[in-house]
């Protein structure tokens, strides 16, 4: 199983990203996406997440500005970041929860490689 991210860049702030997280491999199920953050010498924070039945949250520095969707047929999750602020710098990394198709039936966590986010004031 693997998870591959993309849609990171820079963007001016006030502006908008999406980024994308699609799981691969023989999965069974994915319990939760989320979506992480993490910039140099600070612990990795959650940023958003969502459950298989579309359940969200959100950190409390990106609501109402970032939203996460998941697309399950696609085993992909996404996060729009709309009013971008330069403290959203950081690395963003998706982590999923998945149950792997070939057992045992019990969730794995995975991580994808980070994509960088860099917002300019």
């Known amino acids: 199983v693997q998870l591959q991210a993309s849609g990171g860049g820079l963007v001016q702030a006030g502006g908008s990203l999406r980024l994308s997280c699609a799981a691969s491999?023989?999965?069974?199920?994915?319990?939760?996406m989320a979506w992480y953050r993490q910039t140099p010498g600070k612990q990795r924070e959650l940023v958003a997440g969502?459950?298989?039945?579309?359940?969200?949250n959100y950190a409390d520095s990106v609501k109402g500005r970032f939203t996460i969707s998941g697309d399950n047929p696609k085993n992909t999750v996404y996060l729009q970041m709309n009013s971008l602020k330069p403290e959203d710098t950081a690395v963003y990394y998706c982590?999923?929860?998945?149950?792997?198709?070939?057992?045992?039936?019990?969730?794995?966590?995975?991580w994808g490689q980070g994509t960088q986010v860099t917002v300019s004031s």
């Open positions: 982590n999923a929860d998945i149950i792997r198709a070939q057992g045992p039936y019990i969730g794995y966590v995975y």
């Open positions: 491999g023989r999965i069974f199920k994915i319990n939760n």
């Open positions: 969502v459950t298989s039945t579309g359940t969200t």
